[in-house]
């Protein structure tokens, strides 16, 4: 996290027995005192 910015990343995933999936993972840092990262929010949803 050295801008701490949220990130977005798209793309595919593979899955064991299935075909490609579709992915989307959002990655926002976040911070108690304002400065400082000290814990980050991840999402991911897959979708095929």
Same mark, same amino acid.
């Given at each position: 996290?050295?801008?701490? *910015?949220?990130?977005? &990343? @798209? =793309? #595919? $995933?593979?899955?064991? =027995?299935? /075909? +490609?999936? $579709?992915?989307?993972? !959002?990655?926002?840092?976040?911070? #108690? /005192? =304002? *400065? @400082? &990262? /000290?814990?980050?929010?991840? !999402? #991911? !949803? +897959?979708?095929?």
């Amino acid at each position: 996290m050295d801008h701490c *910015r949220p990130i977005r &990343v @798209t =793309g #595919t $995933a593979q899955h064991a =027995g299935k /075909d +490609f999936l $579709a992915a989307e993972s !959002v990655n926002m840092p976040l911070s #108690t /005192d =304002g *400065r @400082t &990262v /000290d814990r980050l929010f991840m !999402v #991911t !949803v +897959f979708s095929y």
